[in-house]
């Protein structure tokens, strides 16, 4: 994965290591904010509470569609605008699309067939849909509950009206997942996104539906400075974000590779890692410029 996060930028700090009082908080999601069973403990929604006690924003952005994003912009009382495949859309907190970045039919064919090979599952998220042709696959199971609804199953993938957000190939075959994933930027280029968003998901998106864009989106849309803002994540598909925002926290459960390029670790999301993030991280620095 380092050739992976070689591909992006440096990010860049303020003179003498020194960031202006974070004014926003932009979190992952899965990873991150919830456990491994998909749950917001109550640490980590007091946290939020208290983030906004403080005059702190909070959104958050994740390779889930939208509408998989639902429950928690409703249960943490998000009224900023939130990113859901990537950033690929960027949606009010009553779901309203404010931005959209959909694959074009031609590039999502091409996906199409670099995926389509035995050992990998392929899941296509169109319109409000996720799609898929085999409802007992891998990982099926524990989606659904990310998601907090059903997939349609379909014979084919010929249909692709409805904007398509995201494609996933699926595949616990490490070895054979890497190789379509070099494939994939092999044929695709710059014509998509292509990045690991969980170890058995290989995302592609539209080239601007990335975390990174998307926070610069976010903030823009928000009216904060990317030089206020701090991020946390735990993924590869996190760094680009990390690379742009003024301070990034990386969960304890990354990758060496992920937490090398944060400014912070803090503890895994099986110990609320989110939540001590918040208290000893984010909010000093949002009391005050802090190294």
């Known amino acids: 994965m380092t050739a992976v996060l ?51 924003g909070l959104t958050l952005i994740s390779s889930r569609p939208p509408r998989g994003l639902t429950g928690l912009v409703k249960g943490l009382d998000i009224r900023l605008p939130f990113g859901g495949f990537n950033g690929g859309v960027l949606s009010a907190p009553d779901q309203t699309p404010i ?9 999502a064919r091409q996906v199409l067939a670099v995926f389509e090979r035995p050992g990998v599952d392929i899941w296509v998220y169109a319109g409000s849909e996720w799609r898929m042709r085999d409802p ?43 190789r379509v994933e070099a494939e994939a930027k092999a044929a695709l280029g710059d014509k998509a996104a292509i990045i690991r968003s969980q170890a058995a998901y290989l995302d592609v998106t539209h080239p601007l ?13 928000i009216g904060v400075d990317l030089g206020r803002t701090a991020v946390i994540g735990d993924m590869y598909n996190d760094v680009a974000m990390f690379d742009r925002a003024a301070y990034a926290v990386a969960m304890g459960q990354a990758p060496d590779e992920v937490k090398a390029r944060a400014d912070a670790v803090t503890g895994a999301n099986t110990g609320d890692g989110f939540a001590w993030a918040v208290d000893h991280l984010i909010l000093p620095r949002a009391l005050g410029a802090a190294p």
């Open 136 to 178: 007992h696959g891998a990982h099926v199971a524990h989606e659904q509950l990310t998601l907090g609804f059903a997939p349609t199953v379909v014979g084919d993938f010929d249909d692709l009206a409805g904007g398509v957000g995201k494609i996933v190939a699926v595949s616990d075959d490490a070895p054979l997942l890497a």
């Open 6 to 56: 070689d591909a992006f930028r440096p990010r860049s700090r303020a003179a003498g290591g020194v960031i202006a009082p974070i004014a926003l908080v932009i979190t992952d999601v899965d990873g991150t904010l919830v456990t491994p069973d998909k749950v917001l403990t109550p640490a980590a929604a007091a946290a939020a509470r208290r983030l906004a006690g403080a005059g702190v």
């Open 209 to 221: 539906a990335n975390k990174g864009d998307a926070v610069t989106a976010l903030t823009r849309l």
């Open 99 to 107: 931005e959209t970045h959909y694959l074009a039919p031609d590039i």
